[in-house]
């Protein structure tokens, strides 16, 4: 019995031992260390309890499928996961009412306007996808439970099955959010209006302004990512997050629509399906390799961060991560992790 504990406490310092010294530490160390003096963009500021975050705030992680964790910086520093959220509550929303149902209520076109324009196709009356607000505030009207603290209980059971741990939310953000969410009030009206959102639109809401105000780290956004590499199983505790079935219409439109109005930039350069938020989050996702999550709160115009697109691109490219990269094999990702093979 105990020469079995010391075996396990052996391996757990290996396995860190093994993060401290490998290539891929190192990378993100050189990475993190080139980036960080960067000082382009702004905080958001739309409610004052965003413009309080640190401008030097920045953590990179990467997750490997198989559970390997390597990170740098404030990777352990809670910020509200905002836009980040819409793809798994989206996933949520597959699985309580399946594909064709949810399709019939919000397309999966990537709409070319701004995350939250009050406008709807106006053939089908749908939100273009579920990444702006419009579809996402109707993925939100689509989430089961008899009432809104059951609603919200479920979000909160299916980010700690991603996370692998329990989650809370930011209070003071999501008060604020309410309060100044006029302009998302605005969508789920005229969303009603045209008979794509049933139920009391407040409740509706609420439940989005939550989900946007959960607080996650840098190290989550990766365990996330990772989760969905590996298929919607956790690769650290090894809980299923989400059916495996519907992972592939999580990353179709995250690949489409995730990066707001740089979302077809991001695919051409970075080539990698991915999700920010205006919290400074970023999380992209190798599949069947890893998870990227990056934190830093200064935004570009697009409401993207700017480390956080820095530091992407320069993994996918050093990788060759690019979903239609056909040109290289895996050696170099595999000697960062292993070493020389
Ligand atoms: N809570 C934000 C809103 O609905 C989300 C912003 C974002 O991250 O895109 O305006």
């Not at 702006?132 to 099955?161: S, Y």
């Amino acid at each position: 019995m105990q020469d079995e504990s010391i075996r396990d406490d052996r391996q757990a310092l290996t396995g860190d031992l093994a993060a401290m010294t490998s290539p891929l530490q190192a990378y993100l160390e050189t990475l993190h260390h080139t980036y960080q003096p960067l000082r382009e963009g702004a905080m958001a500021d739309y409610i004052p309890e965003l413009a309080k975050a640190n401008p030097d705030w920045f953590g990179i992680c990467i997750v490997t499928v198989d559970g390997r964790v390597y990170q740098v910086g404030n990777y352990d520093q809670e910020f509200t996961m905002q836009s980040v959220s819409k793809p798994f509550v989206y996933g949520l929303a597959l699985e309580d009412h399946g594909r064709d149902y949810v399709l019939s209520k919000v397309g999966v076109e990537p709409s070319g306007d701004a995350f939250n324009a009050i406008v709807l196709d106006e053939q089908s009356n749908r939100p273009y996808n579920p990444m702006v607000n419009a579809g996402a505030i109707a993925i939100a009207g689509l989430i089961k439970g008899e009432n809104p603290a059951e609603r919200m209980n479920r979000l909160l059971e299916l980010f700690r099955r991603y996370t692998g741990r329990t989650m809370r939310l930011d209070v003071a953000v999501f008060l604020s959010e309410r309060t100044t969410g006029d302009r998302n009030r605005a969508i789920a009206y005229l969303m009603r209006n045209f008979g794509m959102l049933a139920g009391n639109l407040e409740e509706t809401l609420d439940l989005y302004f939550q989900q946007c105000s959960l607080l996650v780290t840098c190290h989550d956004l990766a365990v996330i990512a990772a989760t969905l590499a590996n298929d919607g199983l956790n690769p650290i505790t090894h809980e299923r997050a989400v059916d495996a079935d519907y992972v592939q219409d999580m990353l179709s439109v995250m690949y489409t629509c995730g990066m707001y109005d740089f979302s077809g930039e991001w695919a051409y350069r970075v080539g990698l399906p991915a999700k920010s938020g205006v919290g400074g989050g970023i999380l992209a996702v190798a599949p069947r390799k890893l998870g990227i999550g990056v934190f830093s709160p200064l935004l570009d115009t697009r409401g993207n961060s700017v480390r956080g697109v820095k530091v992407c691109t320069e993994i996918s490219r050093h990788f060759g991560l690019h979903a239609f990269n056909t040109c290289t094999d895996d050696t170099r990702l595999r000697e960062a992790i292993f070493g020389r093979l």
